[in-house]
């Protein structure tokens, strides 16, 4: 029997274990924690046969070395037992290539960008749905891709967020539809430079069939020639997008509109702030391009409430709105939270610090915020750098816990209409990752 090792117990690691499992082959994961919850897994695994090592990190070995690795979204794809690896023709891939090769037979979506994946990904698969397909949303949202592959019944479509780890360990995934949301700088520290950046998301949208730009974007704007035969959205109306009107997808006169047809109004979309209608516009080009319904993709529109930690509103206090942002973790998607809230603001902000360009964020704090509460590891260099910038109005209170009682005070003192945790950041100085962070700054407001 041929060997196979996963890397990574989270919730890739371990579908990937189990459809190596299911297609025949030994299998191993391992991964460097060990905590109980990870021992459960690891107990859960066994039963079924997979052998599983906590609290070791993967070696080559001559005695048990695997003729396939399989990785989870966060192990970098440069890491040098992976490098090692495929220098002696181990065949190395991500948890995603592994599911398209199971699925390929089904068309698939795939939505990459720096951001505006997640809400793109979950109105894609909402108005696959309303059209009544079977069209799981998977990858950095939902199920692991290999989850949905282990389904037993094959789904009529697969809804891929994919994010630039994933797309840079699947080599063959090769989509119906890709649908490319937004760039700007990201992950940098792990991609090096902006262009391997732009080349790993964009080698995703070479292999798709058809492809979804979004015009609104300066960058990708700017690199039309890239993809001259792409459907091009923009909120700005059919002038913006010059040379593709007959491949247009756009808002004019309130209505969303796709290359010609109004589909549905733009304001029946409850998500605020231009970026959404910017996202709504390439769910609807996805969705009219796989042949859905105009009244399928109304009805979704409609019934849809919006993406967990994404300008989620917890609660209203003495009319004074909670606002989840937690997945807001670079300063260009901070920069798109505070544009689309109400000014005067109290921002929550700090974390793990990413490399990028601040000062757009910086200048969107002068004109919108009241008064700016940091926590995490970023917050003394945060405090400088708008001290830098002439803004004072800075407190460092070091945990959510802190910040929204502070931020209440602030709030009724400032006349603030909006409390606003918008990290600009990563989590894992304090958090697992950016869904616990959102869901304890909901915790806390709700015990407010």
Known sequence: MALAHAIGLGKSGIAAAKLLHREGWQ???????????????????????????????FTLSESDRPERIVISPGVPWDLPVLVEARSQGIEVLGEMELAWRSLQQVPWVAITGTNGKTTTTALIAAMFQAAGLNAPACGNIGYAACEVALQETAPDWVIAEVSSYQSES??????????????????????????????????????????????????????????????????????????????????????????????????????????????????????RLAGIEAGAIAKAVESFPGVPHRLEVIREIEGIKFVNDSKATNYDAAEVGLSAVTAPVIL??????????????????????AAVLLIGNAASLFAERLNAVGYENTEIVETLERALPRSLELARHHSANVVLLSPACASFDQYANFEVRGDDFRQLCLSL
């Open 27 to 57: 299998v191993t994961v391992s991964d460097r924690q060990i905590s109980d919850s990870l021992r459960e897994q690891q107990q859960m695994l066994e039963s079924l046969g997979i052998e599983c090592h906590l609290g070791t990190s």
């Open 170 to 287: 699947s080599s063959t995934l090769a989509p119906q539809i890709g649908v490319w949301t937004t760039f700007t700088p990201d992950h940098l520290s792990r991609h090096k430079t902006l262009e391997n950046y732009y080349q790993i998301k964009a080698q995703l949208l070479r292999r798709s069939q058809q492809q979804i730009c979004n015009n609104d974007d300066p960058y990708l704007s700017q690199a039309r020639a890239d993809w001259p035969d792409a459907y091009w959205t923009s909120v700005k109306g059919k002038e913006y997008l010059p040379g593709t009107p007959a491949k247009g997808i756009y808002i004019q006169d309130r209505w969303a509109i796709d290359r010609g047809e109004p589909i549905v109004p733009a304001g029946h979309l409850k998500m605020v702030g231009t970026h959404n209608l910017q996202n709504l516009l390439m769910a609807l080009g996805a969705a």
């Open 348 to 369: 929550i902000a700090g974390g793990e610090a990413k490399d990028g360009d601040d000062r757009q964020w910086l200048a969107k704090i002068k004109s919108k915020a």
